[in-house]
Structure formats: C-alpha cells, structure tokens
C-alpha cells in the first residue's frame, strides 16, 4: 500500500499501523515513537488492540519524515506541527525557526570542514606502509588534541544529528 493509496481511500479510510508504515516507507517502531513524543496524536484502537490510522495520519508522518530527512530536531518538527495544525498564525515562527536551523547546518558544516583538515592531517602523518608501531596515525591519535587546539576539541564533541535546541536527537529508523 502507497501513500497515494491511503490518500485515494478517502478521509475516512482506515489502516493498521503495518499499512502506514508501508505507505510512508516508515518504521513501525518510529511511528510509535512519534506518538509518544507527541508528534503524532495517538490513534484509535480495533476491538483487536489494534492502532487505526487515517489519511490524515499518514500525511504527518510523510511531514515529520521530510523535516528529519533536512535534519531537524525533534522540537523543531514540534513547532512546525503547531503552525500546520494553526493555518490561520503568522508564519513568522516558522521563517525564525528555518532561519536558526540554518544556522546550526552552516555551524555543522564548519565543524566538518576542520574535521576534514585534522583527519588529511592526521593521514599525512603515516605516508608509507610500516609497522604498526611506527604509525603516524596512531601515535596521533593515542597524544589527542594537541596546542590547544579547540576546532578540533569541538569537532571531536560534536555528535552528529543533533544540535542546540533539540531535545532528544534522532529518532530510531528516522
């Protein structure tokens, strides 16, 4: 099943959490993860225990989706949320909030830059093949940051996919 599929079958269509999955090319388990941070309301349940979702329903997670693939943190997305559910706000917010996210890119983009710079510098330090003993690499990596070197302290702290303002990170699958 598409997500075109669910869309076809109406507002009042209704599929199992396997179907939304498959319709949003989503994991089952970061569908529920959504739900329990909020980003996606909790659903219905079948007689069965079964979760039951709508259009509407995939049509958030396709969103959700898109904003983790441009890499934004979960509090974003939840602002986000707030305005699409909010047509009738200003969208100030929401250029504030891309102007921000921006930002922190530029900023990520930066601290790769110098990442890059330490490791071909790193690399330089063993230009022929020898024994492992006489490494460059590996006696540049066992001495760490060296002269004070804090582009480099700040590269080696920086945990991908996560920046200021985020709450949690990545979402399994997401």
């Given at each position: 099943?598409?997500?075109?599929?669910?869309?076809?079958?109406?507002?009042?269509?209704?599929v199992?959490?396997?179907?939304?999955?498959?319709?949003?090319?989503?994991?089952?388990?970061?569908?529920?993860?959504?739900?329990?941070?909020?980003?996606l309301?909790?659903?219905?349940?079948?007689?069965?225990?079964?979760?039951?979702?709508?259009?509407?329903?995939?049509?958030?997670?396709s969103?959700?989706?898109?904003?983790?693939?441009?890499?934004?943190?979960?509090?974003?997305?939840?602002?986000?949320?707030?305005?699409?559910?909010?047509?009738?706000?200003?969208?100030?917010?929401?250029?504030?909030?891309l102007?921000?996210?921006?930002?922190?890119?530029?900023?990520?983009?930066?601290?790769?830059?110098?990442?890059?710079?330490?490791?071909?510098?790193?690399?330089?330090?063993?230009?022929?093949?020898q024994?492992?003993?006489?490494?460059?690499?590996?006696?540049?990596?066992?001495?760490?940051?060296?002269?004070?070197?804090?582009?480099?302290?700040?590269?080696?702290r920086?945990?991908?996919?996560?920046?200021?303002?985020?709450?949690?990170?990545?979402?399994?699958?997401?």
């Open positions: 099943m598409s997500l075109a599929s669910v869309r076809m079958q109406g507002e009042g269509a209704i199992k959490i396997g179907e939304l999955a498959r319709a949003t090319q989503t994991p089952v388990e970061t569908i529920r993860y959504y739900e329990r941070e909020g980003l309301p909790h659903t219905a349940r079948t007689e069965g225990n079964y979760r039951i979702y709508s259009p509407a329903h995939a049509e958030r997670v969103f959700i989706r898109h904003c983790r693939s441009l890499d934004m943190a979960l509090d974003e997305i939840r602002t986000l949320l707030h305005f699409k559910d909010s047509p009738a706000d200003n969208c100030g917010a929401v250029n504030a909030l102007d921000q996210h921006i930002g922190h890119v530029a900023q990520r983009v930066r601290e790769l830059r110098t990442l890059e710079q330490q490791l071909k510098s790193l690399r330089e330090q063993c230009r022929v093949t024994d492992a003993a006489q490494c460059g690499i590996l006696k540049g990596l066992s001495t760490g940051v060296r002269h004070g070197d804090e582009a480099l302290s700040s590269a080696m920086h945990v991908p996919g996560v920046h200021k303002g985020g709450r949690r990170g990545r979402a399994m699958g997401s």
